[in-house]
């Protein structure tokens, strides 16, 4: 357990609601005071408290969210490196709560996988990632009532212990450059999660465009790149905002999900030469890009009413 000097009291007000949020935190010298809220550092964790903050949010991000417009339904997007690698048993321990309590104001996970960490490295995708989830909020002011929770307060602790590291992200509804089968309000609104089976392949990539003629770049990619998609059974699920860093290393600007019927399908056309074709504009727009490849875990049913 954390011993008590590491809870912090932070008071919020987001769209003028006041709340008091406790934050599992550690004392400042645990934290880089020059990396901006949400950013962590890129140097592998030394001591527990660095630990700590390559998987915490800390009382900085929260006060930068309580700054944020709260006009509708987000998601946190989690990337997870579990302790050990490979197995989430520890995690799971805080993730049952979590999952509860994310319920409890109004959310859901709309996704949850296991991260494919043997790809070729050809493909590019990040081996560093065993887990996949997507936690989906009605508003901002949800996931700030979340902290506030005794059970999901007690699992932090789990979540600490059975993950090397966290990558999350504030994903939002804009900006979108594919034309996705799905958007963040309306998973809330209908009620429903992203559709993969277990057979499917899910990509989840963050992007991040070049200053000058970047995006535009990758729009060029992407509108070739989407009917070679669904003609080969894949769809493009997600293509929204990348808001602002949790956890993260980085900056991203765009967040988009592919589901492939199978591995098989996804690596064919990865490999075919109408991709390649197509490929020089993807990498002409991209400065840098996080994928992670992942299988689709059964769910419990959703219940609506």
């Known amino acids: 357990m954390f011993p008590m000097a590491a809870f912090r009291r932070v008071a919020l007000s987001v769209a ?4 008091a949020v406790f934050i599992v935190t550690v004392p400042a010298h645990g934290q880089d005071p020059d990396l901006p809220p949400g950013i962590i550092s890129k140097e592998p964790a030394k001591t527990f408290m660095e630990h700590v903050w390559k998987i915490n949010a800390t009382p900085a991000f929260f006060e930068a969210l309580a700054e944020q417009p709260d006009h509708g339904p987000t998601i ?5 490196r579990y302790r050990p690698r490979g197995d989430g048993t520890r995690y799971g321990l805080y993730g049952g709560p979590a999952g509860e309590g994310i319920v409890g104001v109004g959310g859901d996970v709309i996704y949850h996988a296991e991260g494919i960490t043997d790809m070729d490295p050809i493909f590019e995708f990040s081996e560093d990632w065993d887990g996949v989830a997507y936690a989906m909020y009605p508003r901002r002011a949800a996931y700030l009532q979340l902290q506030r929770d005794t059970a999901y307060q007690l699992a932090i602790p789990d979540r600490v212990a059975g993950n090397y590291e966290r990558m999350l992200y504030v994903l939002s ?6 034309d996705a089968t799905g958007s963040i309000t309306n998973f809330h609104e209908t009620c429903t999660r992203v559709v993969a089976t277990p057979d499917n392949v899910v990509v989840s990539e963050f992007l991040r465009f070049k200053e000058d003629g970047g995006r535009e770049s990758y729009e060029q990619f992407a509108a070739a790149f989407q009917p070679m998609l669904e003609a080969a059974g894949g769809s493009v ?3 929204v905002r990348a808001e602002m860093p949790i956890v993260s290393e980085e900056y991203w600007d765009h967040f988009v999900t592919f589901v492939f019927p199978s591995k098989d399908v996804l690596t064919h056309l990865y490999q075919s030469g109408e991709f390649n074709e197509i490929n020089a504009m993807r990498i002409a727009g991209l400065d840098a890009t996080l994928a992670v490849l992942s299988t689709p875990q059964i769910m419990p049913a959703k219940d609506c009413d």
């Not at 946190?76 to 997870?80: A, D, H, I, K, R």
């Not at 509804?173 to 594919?178: L, R």
Request: proline residues 0%; charged residues 10%; glycine residues 12%.
């Open 237 to 239: 699920v997600l293509s």
């Open 173 to 178: 509804d804009g900006e979108a450059i594919y």
């Open 76 to 80: 946190n997007l989690n990337f997870l």
């Open 16 to 19: 003028g609601m006041a709340t």
